[in-house]
């Protein structure tokens, strides 16, 4: 059965520390490896697709990374409004479906 | 830039009503989702659909239907509303290509 654990379940920063989010997974053949930003109340945002290990994708203060069994999500000086929660999802080869993970809650304080 | 809206932000119902949750899609997406979000619960997969008028169950579909005439359009149905369905409702569509799914802004149900 594919499995998403993220972690930790929730970080609290100081603005302008730097810090890593953990996706680790299992899975029979990746597709694709997607990270989303959601604030409270609203849809998840799509960030990155990551497709094959040794890719990055980065996007202001965050950057993707994969390997063969996780990804991370490094968040680089980050400010308030980098506050939300981070999930991480995978789909396989064969599928089109994504199955996501619990998610880790991000709040950065001034 | 691919736009998912839902009918609803907020919606009230009495146990026993029929609900009925819509969401456009202007992307021309052949995959459209349905997903209900809980506190713990993280997202679970209600029912998808690949193309218009084709449905598969995901992995909590009881108490639930689909429907799909349009290819923008995919409904969510909740035939006999109870109040263990009080949740959040979100709505994605994905393309074929890379099935990045994009999100609607999520309807929040509660039943009373």
């Known amino acids: 059965e594919d499995q998403v654990t993220q972690s930790p379940e929730a970080l609290r920063l100081q603005e302008g520390e730097s810090s890593s989010l953990n996706c680790s997974y299992t899975?029979?053949?990746?597709?694709?490896l997607f990270w989303y930003r959601q604030d409270p109340g609203k849809g998840p945002e799509f960030l990155f697709t990551?497709?094959?290990a040794g890719e990055e994708k980065e996007k202001e203060r965050l950057k993707a990374t994969l390997t063969k069994k996780e990804s991370f999500l490094h968040i680089t000086a980050p400010k308030p409004e980098d506050s939300a929660t981070y999930l991480c999802?995978?789909?396989?080869?064969?599928?089109?479906?994504?199955?996501f993970g619990g998610g880790t809650r991000v709040l950065v304080k001034p | 830039d691919v736009k998912v809206t839902q009918s609803s932000r907020y919606l009230v119902k009495r146990t026993g009503e029929k609900v009925f949750l819509e969401c456009v899609q202007d992307?021309?997406?052949?995959?459209m989702f349905w997903y209900r979000q809980d506190p713990g619960l993280g997202l679970r997969l209600i029912y998808f659909?690949?193309?218009?008028?084709?449905?598969e169950k995901g992995d909590i579909p009881e108490g639930y239907s689909v429907s799909r005439e349009k290819k923008e359009r995919f409904s969510l149905i909740l035939e006999s509303a109870s109040t263990n369905q009080t949740s959040m409702y979100l709505c994605?569509?994905?393309?074929?290509?890379?099935?990045?799914?994009?999100f609607g802004p999520g309807t929040r149900l509660t039943v009373t």
């Open positions: 999802a995978v789909i396989k080869a064969a599928g089109n479906k994504l199955t």
């Open positions: 659909s690949y193309d218009v008028k084709m449905k």
């Open positions: 990551l497709y094959s």
């Open positions: 994605a569509s994905s393309s074929v290509q890379d099935y990045e799914q994009y």
């Open positions: 992307m021309d997406h052949e995959n």
């Open positions: 899975v029979s053949g990746l597709r694709g």
